[in-house]
Nanobody
Framework: QVDLVESGGGLVQAGGSLRLSCTAS????????MAWFRQAPGKEREFVAA????????AYADSVKGRFTISRHNAMKTLYLQMNNLKPEDTALYYC????????????????WGQGTQVTVSS
């Protein structure tokens, strides 16, 4: 069992930045591929970004490419999402997720989920 806790969400104006964090409860964090997803009201959960257990080969949704950066610090058992040039359409509940193998853009692939942190971008 891996417990994941997100933090760093908040209210920001369009064009602003936020950094989300996701802290894991277990040292086995370093063996998991990790991802960020988001879900806006009335919409399905969508893939944002993912990173392998080594920290290499990150992947991004087209909608955030060039604006968001995913990274991880295995010794700190923490996953990050740096979000720059935020837009109102980025408003959503952001979740981190863990998979014991390679990553995927499909939510059903992931075994462990956090409770989410709200990001609201005002225009």
């Amino acid at each position: 069992q891996v417990d994941l806790v997100e933090s760093g969400g908040g209210l920001v104006q369009a064009g602003g930045s936020l950094r989300l964090s996701c802290t894991a409860s277990e040292h086995t964090f370093s063996t998991y591929s990790m991802a960020w997803f988001r879900q806006a009201p009335g919409k399905e959960r969508e893939f944002v970004a993912a990173i392998s257990w080594t920290g290499g080969s990150p992947a991004y949704a087209d909608s955030v490419k060039g604006r968001f950066t995913i990274s991880r610090h295995n010794a700190m058992k923490t996953l990050y999402l740096q979000m720059n040039n935020l837009k109102p359409e980025d408003t959503a509940l952001y979740y981190c997720a863990a998979a014991p193998e390679t990553y995927s853009t499909y939510p059903s692939w992931y075994k462990y989920w956090g409770q989410g942190t709200q990001v609201t971008v005002s225009s």
